[in-house]
């Protein structure tokens, strides 16, 4: 499946991300609970 929705961002100017990068994005932007 990661072929055909690589090629389908390309086609439409879109960015692609996996479950991966949102953990790292939630990790490095999220503050930490008090």
Known sequence: ???????????HNMAVVTIEDLVAYRQ??????S
């Open 1 to 11: 499946r990661a072929p055909e929705c690589i090629a389908f961002a390309d086609q």
């Open 28 to 33: 490095a932007h999220e503050r930490k609970a």
